[in-house]
């Protein structure tokens, strides 16, 4: 075989798939597609192991070519059985999502009776460290999602559209949550418990709302007494009804999309 005839062959061919296979931009780097994932990239990886090989004399065109070709349908085969059967991680399952919600959910929760109970000598460290819980669910569900985005044209495995986009909003709750924590410590340890005793009749009203079954469709809490803009005090509040308004939303988009 001609070894100059070899590579420009195979240039020529990778340049051509590569440029008409993979997306432009940061993705081109991993040469991963939204509309074709990684076939492309081995396309290319096969073509050029089998050449290579025929090259150094290690078998015929055939057999090396017959080889690879089976190999690959083999491990595509054994990937759609494992996603199938257990432990059935998928990235289209709204499971996961409503999972991740539920843990922001919860640490919302448990802050709330932390500010119910206003005990100035609370240690916030167990928000913070379920809070880190949720968001590696988070990133984890997030990662799978976008790693399965590339088959939505298979009804099977095709990734609901509006999954991506809420578990970035979620994502950006869980901030909001992150930054509401750090304000309630930071006035517990500065002004006591007063604010939160003056305020408990509003806390305790949004975490009745919270514990309600249809939390989704209820009304938010009442006005309550006014607060100055400039006071983070003020911003409790508005960072409580906020979080609270936004878990509702996100509830509401899960229901639709396991009910699709």
Known sequence: MNPYATVVWLLAFTLFAAYFGIDIGPGALFHTSKDHGFPIMYLILTLSLVMLEVYHGS??????????VVATITGVLMAVVINIFPPYVKGNDPKRVECYCNDVQGVFVGLLDTMVLSDPKHDFELENKKLHEAHQLGQLTHYLAVDASPFRS??????D??????????MLTEAFLHDLIELTSGIMKKHGDTFFRDHRGFFNEVLADMKKENFQDTALPTEVEAVASSDNRGAVLNGVTLILER???HHDMIQKINHK
Not at 59 to 68: A, L, P, Q, S, Y
């Open 161 to 170: 559209p509006r999954i991506i986009p809420l578990l970035e909003d979620m």
């Open 59 to 68: 078998g015929t065109k055939t057999e090396i070519f017959v080889n690879r």
């Open 154 to 159: 298979i009804p099977f495995f095709a990734v």
């Open 247 to 249: 878990l509702k939303k």
